[in-house]
Nanobody, 120 residues
Framework: QVHLVETGGGSVQAGGSLRLSCEASGRTFSIYSVGWFRQAPGKERESLAAILWTGRHTSSVQDSVKGRFTIAKDDSKNAVYLQMYSLKSEDTAVYYC????????????WGPGTQVTVTS
């Protein structure tokens, strides 16, 4: 069993930055990759970025946030970070991290989410 917990959310003014953390515990050796997602009220969940859990930590960032969001992993802390810059009001959402067990699999475990509110 793997558990994920997101931290780092909060309220920030437009143009500001936040770093979200996703800490994993449990059978972390079984993780293939971790992704970050968000869901705003009344909108569908949106994929933001993903990173491989082992090896060279190959990562990808969706075009919608590329240039403003980056993803990274700290092996010593079993944590994945989402660094967000130049935040906009439309970035307001609940942000989730999730883990999958294989390249072709679905994300099988999700954290409870952390709220990010960007004020103008």
């Amino acid at each position: 069993q793997v558990h994920l917990v997101e931290t780092g959310g909060g309220s920030v003014q437009a143009g500001g930055s936040l770093r979200l953390s996703c800490e994993a515990s449990g059978r972390t050796f079984s993780i293939y990759s971790v992704g970050w997602f968000r869901q705003a009220p009344g909108k569908e969940r949106e994929s933001l970025a993903a990173i491989l859990w082992t090896g060279r930590h190959t990562s990808s960032v969706q075009d919608s946030v590329k240039g403003r969001f980056t993803i990274a992993k700290d092996d010593s802390k079993n944590a994945v970070y989402l660094q967000m810059y130049s935040l906009k009001s439309e970035d307001t959402a609940v942000y989730y991290c999730a883990a999958k067990w294989a390249k072709a699999g679905d994300y099988g475990v999700w954290g409870p989410g952390t709220q990010v509110t960007v004020t103008s």
